[in-house]
């Protein structure tokens, strides 16, 4: 086995599909993630704190804050920013000076590794948002073109966690495929007829209030003295692989509030989307690829599968015509390899490949899959 490669693959685990739309659906290769970029306070040792926030906030985009904040190893390591960093800059942006940090990534994935964080690695579903916001008794959808405050909170928060993320036009296409009550109801099948066009892996919604949301909210203190009322109500929802999961919160300032919401969503999918490298894993996963008809895509398709995140090697078992069939030794479990190839664009799983009694079988049983290579 090649250890150096090994090594190198250890965190970058692929997503879970978020598979919600019923439309091909491509996962997006998150760049920066070992980036980060932090305002200077004041203070004596701002420029020691702000390689400390740094980190952290790297660590954060890759293993989630549960577990950052938790960890007593990756505690030890934030005390020592400078032993993860390769290079740093000061500028200036909006008026603020900022530092700007790149740390090495084979020196954080050995660390997450020994750590035995659950890792998100760069290939992440890219989510279409739609929030609505109500103001007394008016709703307003949030659009990419939106100035306000609520625009600028949610690109910033999917920035610093690694979110892929889009927001609706709102053109016309968009204004005569959904409404503001679509969203505002969560009507499952407007969202999806709508977002269809941003070719997106998972649907967010996202509902702010001061009116309706925080009269429910505030009801439920009825003649509690010990129960402080609120001035919003935030909620949640993402939509992925048929299931819905969601939380809410209330406050008195706004924009808290919306951080709050996305970065409980980003630990949400981190959630859903992580994996613990295991080292000493010794599952395979066979890949039949049914189209192999020319050495120049036999030879494509051997880098395809050695260049996977969570394959470690990759032997050639099996020929009979134009069909091959490769074993991957995995770095995570068979499951999780189903879940990355699903998100790859150059592959089509072949579904009804173990119903067909015509066909020749090479692979067998569950740890195996037919494929299509689409280049």
Not at 116 to 144: C, F, Q, Y
Request: with cysteine; proline share 1%; aromatic share 8%.
């Amino acid at each position: 086995m090649n250890y150096k490669k090994l090594l190198k693959k250890a965190v970058f685990c692929c997503a879970l599909t978020l598979n919600l739309i019923s439309f091909q659906t491509v996962a997006v290769e998150v760049a920066n993630l070992y980036t980060a970029e932090v305002v200077l306070d004041d203070s004596k040792n701002a420029k020691s704190k702000a390689n400390q926030v740094a980190l952290k906030r790297v660590l954060i985009r890759l293993a989630g804050s549960e577990f950052v904040n938790s960890n007593e190893q990756l505690k030890k390591a934030l005390k020592k920013p400078n032993s993860y960093l390769t290079q740093f800059s000061y500028g200036e942006k909006n008026g603020n000076a900022v530092l700007f940090a790149q740390f090495e990534e084979a020196k954080i994935n050995q660390l997450l590794q020994s750590a035995k964080a659950s890792i998100w690695g760069k290939h992440r579903p890219m989510i279409t948002m739609w929030m609505v916001e109500e103001n007394g008794l008016e709703r307003d959808i949030v659009a990419d073109s939106s100035q306000g405050i609520a625009k600028q909170v949610i690109v910033e928060v999917a920035k610093r966690r690694g979110l892929p993320l889009n927001l609706p036009l709102m053109d016309l296409s968009d204004s005569m495929a959904i409404t503001v009550g679509d969203v505002w109801g969560r009507f499952e099948e407007n969202i999806k007829k709508a977002s269809k066009r941003y070719q997106a892996e998972a649907i967010a919604v996202i509902r702010l209030s001061n009116t309706s949301l925080v009269n429910n909210t505030n009801e439920q203190c009825g003649s509690n003295p010990g129960c402080q009322k609120s001035e919003y109500a935030i909620d949640w929802h993402v939509f992925n692989n048929g299931e819905m999961y969601t939380n809410s919160f209330s406050g008195n300032d706004r924009q808290k509030l919306i951080s709050k919401a996305m970065t409980d969503m980003a630990e949400s999918l981190h959630q859903k989307n992580s994996y613990v490298f295991d080292g000493s894993a010794e599952n395979v996963f066979d890949v039949e690829i049914v189209n192999i008809d020319s050495m120049i895509k036999f030879v494509e398709i051997k880098q395809f599968l050695n260049d996977l995140t969570l394959v470690s090697d990759v032997k050639l078992i099996k020929v009979a015509g134009t069909k091959m069939v490769f074993r991957l030794e995995l770095l995570a479990s068979v499951n999780a390899i189903k879940q990355a190839l699903q998100l790859e664009k150059s592959l089509d799983t072949n579904n009804d490949y173990f119903d067909s009694s015509s066909e020749v079988r090479l692979i067998d049983g569950d740890n195996a899959q037919s494929y299509t290579w689409k280049g």
